[in-house]
């Protein structure tokens, strides 16, 4: 298990590429399965789809696990820093309002790997899209709300 103390470490040698995809995981603060609630998990959603909308990314896929995010994602007119920055923060503004509470709502820091070029994004939308199911939340993916894929 990484320790919390030393996940500042996860920004040295990051470099993100505009029009590159990168498959991105972030997790609640102390894995707290906030996003059972699915209202809660909407909040988030709102973000991702933000981002989208104002072109800093091409979201091409993305999971809302209980107490973590899978995000495949293009880069487009931000960078990764900028891009989680603003995601976590507004998340956490819009998340801590709805439910009256305030402090740390994500971990520090965030996992990301770049996709090789060429290399065909539609596994890696499938392995974040049956997250749910490996997890035994449901038996049929459609059964959950919080996820979504650019070719469907």
């Known amino acids: 298990m990484r320790n919390p103390l030393h996940s500042h470490r996860l920004r040295r040698g990051r470099y993100s590429e505009s029009g590159r995809a990168y498959l991105i995981t972030a997790v609640v603060y102390q894995r707290r399965r906030i996003f059972s609630d699915w209202q809660v998990g909407r909040l988030l959603v709102a973000e991702l789809r933000r981002a989208h909308d104002q072109r800093w990314v091409d979201s091409i896929a993305w999971v809302v696990m209980p107490d ?48 090789r070029d060429g290399e065909d994004l539609k596994p890696f939308a499938r392995y974040i899209i049956a997250n749910p199911l490996r997890a035994g939340l449901l038996e049929k993916i459609g059964d959950y709300p919080l996820w979504d894929a650019c070719w469907l």
């Open 68 to 115: 973590h995010l899978h995000w495949l994602v293009q880069l487009e007119a931000m960078p990764m820093e900028g891009l989680m920055q603003a995601v976590k923060s507004r998340s956490t503004l819009s998340i801590n309002r709805a439910l009256n509470r305030k402090g740390a709502f994500w971990q520090t820091g965030y996992h990301d790997r770049a996709i």
